[in-house]
Every structure is written in C-alpha cells, then in structure tokens.
C-alpha cells in the first residue's frame, strides 16, 4: 500500500492555514463537494506541490439494500482521476432506505447509520463493493463507523464482520480510532477486541478525530480535540502494524492553525512511539520496517490476487430482508413510526435528535442565506419542520422544501422575512434561475402567500 503519511481532512475554512502547516503529506477532501472541472485552487496548489489528495465519500450508502447508484460511482471515479488518486474511500454504512425494494417511501437519513452485522447484511455488502471496485479506476478502501445504536440479533462482532468483508472482497479499510472508541462508550465494544480480530495488513490508512458526551452517549462530531482515549487506541493499533497514513479529520467549530499543527504533532508522536519492528521469520521482532503476517501479501500480490469470494449465489432475497429491516429502522428515526422490535427505545430517540440537528446544521450550510434571513429564529422553525417532514432528495432539495413549508404553512408573520424567504425560495426552486425560465408555477405559489397578508 502507498505510504501516505501524516495528513489533514481538507475544508474550504481552513483551506489557507493547511497550505501553511508544515508536514503535511496528503489531504483528504470530501468527493461530493468537489466538481472535476473547477477544484478548489487551493487543492491544485496543494497538488503541484506533490502533496496526495484522497477522495472521501459519503454518499453511496454501500452498506444498503440497493446496488450502488451507477451515476454516482462515475462521479467518485471522475474525481480520483482529477486528483491523480491513489486511491478513494467511502464507509460501511446506509444513507437511505426505503423504495421499489421495500414498497415504502423513499427516506435519506443525511447522515451514516450503522449495517446490521449479519449475514445478510455481509453478502449485500460485498456485492456493493465489489460492483463500486469495477466501476472504480484506483483501490477502494471502505470505513468502519461511529453508531449511537445497535441493531439486535447481530452475529458477528464488528472486527469479525471486516475480516469477513476483506476476505470475500480484497477491499482495503479505512480504519477511524476515533470510531472504535465511540462505539466502546456507545455499545460497550472493546476496542482491543476489534483490533485483535480485524486484519490489520489490510488498512489503507487511519482517521483520528474528537468528540463529545450528550445525553449520555459519545457524538463523533469532527469538530472537538481529540481525547487521550482515542489517542490510545492510534497507539495500540501503531504497535501491531504501522499504518501506511493517520489523517486528523476536523469538520466544524475549527480552531486555530497553532492547535490543529499541536494535534497533528501528537499523532505523529503516538505512532512513532508505538510503532513496532516486524516479525521475523522466527516469529521474533527485528528491526526497522513495518510488521509483517505471514498470511498477508503485498500491495502488489493483492492486485493481482482473487479473493476468496465462496459460492456465488443470489443476493436478491438478502436485499430485501435488509432494505425492510432498513427501512423500518430509517422510518422511526425520520418519520416517528413505531420503533422496531429489538431496539432500544431512549437510544433510538438521541440519535433521532442528533439526525434533526445535523440536518440542521447543513441545510444552514447549504443554504446560509436561510440562516440569515430567520435569524435566531431559524433552528426551532427547521426542527419544527424537520419533525413531520422527513428527507427525501438530499440537503438542497431539503433546504427548498423547508422554505415552502415556511412560506405556504403561515409560520412567518414577518412580512419583510417572509418577502425574503419567497424571493429566495423563487429564485432557487427551478432548473435554472428564474429570469431564465418558465416559472408558472411558482408564481401561482406566491399568489397563494400573498393571499394570506
């Protein structure tokens, strides 16, 4: 696997002080905002300065009921291939549910949520993988991810679960410390265990991040300090293999560059500190290198390399008993139908709360004039509405159907608010900007606002 070394999740904010900070051998950039034919500047410096960028998605929803979207896997490839990637990345989880599949509406949770870890849930995912390997132009690798809940009647643990993944598929991982220490707090998960049970001559590279206690369960929220706690899982994972790339990953609420480059200085230190001789042939520890296992292979061993893949077979009836069993779960999360049988009740109420104050957060990025127009006022007015009217068609579509609600519901008694809110909604609702197309439509919706000054 490519050493990638030291780097830093890449954000428009903090764009300037990552093209400063000294050390910085690659960057990871969030693929859905990128566009192929206009990168950020600051990613084409970054770039000609021979530092990697890595492609980090988070919308496929591999671990899903339904086979990847062919038109989103063109759009990562088209972005590996613009950053000249030697790899991309995406994560073990589902983002939707609901549709032909299950015969129930179409949901978007707008955030990762946890795959059962079964059979059924394995097989589907290995047949997403390997459909995104095949539509890929560099490696996949895929992540294991933070979860507030437990699906019930697991069989297998989360290292087991991977292991599984790698064997059958050949995918590398994305390993976050920061993850497994969520889910030690959130699920009593021990992290040495998975670490223990995982293969890790399969990992890509590392995430590190922070984050917080509410309502009694860890957020891993992007936009905290890194705690000790998950330092010392980076230090354990460090002393069985050094990874080929430890990112520090920070989404929001960001600090100061001179405190960014101090986190960075710790991670590298955990790994110095911990990283491990390999294994001789005698099974002893020699010096320098990285360690070993008799069974792995090298990065080039396993391109050429088939993996064990078993007897193929239908996955038709696997998908459908986990898109209804998705399905139910998205729904009493998004939509307030009864929580399914298993679960536990009050963790299935935090992270419905955390689903509506995260949608929250990104519409207002989506749509920032939104948060300015309503003030103060903007985040009871979007969880209010966030509360009966689930997501459907992503954060745009989102933000354009929270201001319809605002305009033709009555909850704006503001005039000059509600004036703005429909010139904006007006302007945005359309194909194309409304001087530039037929807007019949939304006329006759603004008549219908109008009638009610």
């Not at 993988?129 to 009647?153: C, H, K």
Request: glycine content about 8%; some cysteine; charged content about 25%.
């Amino acid at each position: 696997m490519k050493h990638l070394g030291t780097g830093i999740g890449w954000r428009p904010e903090i764009a300037d002080a990552v093209e400063r900070m000294p050390g910085i051998d690659w960057v990871e950039a969030v693929a859905e905002n990128l566009c192929p034919g206009h990168l950020p500047e600051s990613l084409v410096r970054l770039r000609e300065r021979g530092v990697t960028v890595v492609p980090h998605g988070v919308s496929l929803g591999l671990g899903g009921a339904d086979r990847p979207d062919e038109a989103k896997l063109a759009e990562l490839a088209d972005r590996a291939e613009a950053l000249g990637s030697p790899l991309v990345t995406e994560h073990i989880a589902f983002v939707r549910a609901g549709g032909v599949l299950t015969a129930s509406p179409r949901l978007e949770a707008g955030h990762l949520l946890p795959v059962p870890r079964t059979r059924d849930a394995l097989d589907v995912l290995c047949e997403n993988i390997r459909i995104a390997q095949d539509a890929l132009p560099v490696p996949l690798a895929v992540e294991n991810i933070a979860a507030l809940i437990s699906w019930p009647g697991e069989e297998m643990t989360e290292g087991q679960f991977l292991y599984d993944l790698v064997d059958r598929t050949g995918v590398r991982l994305l390993i976050d410390v920061a993850n497994l220490h969520t889910n030690h707090v959130n699920r009593d998960e021990d992290p040495a265990k998975a670490l223990d049970e995982l293969p890790v001559e399969a990992i890509a590279y590392v995430h590190v991040a922070g984050g917080f206690v509410r309502d009694g369960v860890w957020h891993d929220s992007h936009a905290h300090a890194v705690p000790p706690a998950v330092l010392d899982i980076l230090a354990d994972l460090s002393s069985r293999i050094r990874p080929p790339g430890v990112l520090l990953e920070r989404d929001e609420n960001f600090p100061e560059p001179a405190e960014l480059e101090r986190e960075l200085t710790a991670i590298r230190e955990t790994v110095e500190r911990a990283t491990v001789a390999p294994a001789s042939a005698d099974g002893r520890r020699s010096a320098g290198g990285t360690q070993s296992d008799g069974g792995a292979q090298s990065d080039g061993d396993a391109q050429e390399a088939a993996p064990s893949t078993g007897p193929s077979r239908s996955t038709d009836p696997s998908r459908q008993r986990l898109g209804l069993a998705q399905a139910a779960l998205l729904s009493a999360l998004v939509a307030g139908t009864p929580v399914p049988e298993g679960f536990d009740r009050v963790r299935l109420a935090v992270q419905a709360r955390a689903l509506a104050s995260k949608r929250a957060d990104v519409v207002v990025k989506v749509a920032p004039e939104l948060g300015e127009i309503l003030a103060e006022a903007y985040r009871a007015s979007f969880l209010s509405y966030a509360h009966g009217h689930p997501m459907t068609d992503g954060y745009r579509r989102d933000a354009l159907d929270f201001a319809e609600y605002l305009l033709l519901d009555g909850h704006l008694a503001d005039a000059d608010v509600r004036r703005k809110v429909s010139d904006w909604w007006l302007e945005r609702s359309g194909p194309a900007p409304l001087s530039r197309r037929p807007a019949a439509r939304l006329v006759r919706a603004t008549r219908r606002v109008l009638l009610r000054r």
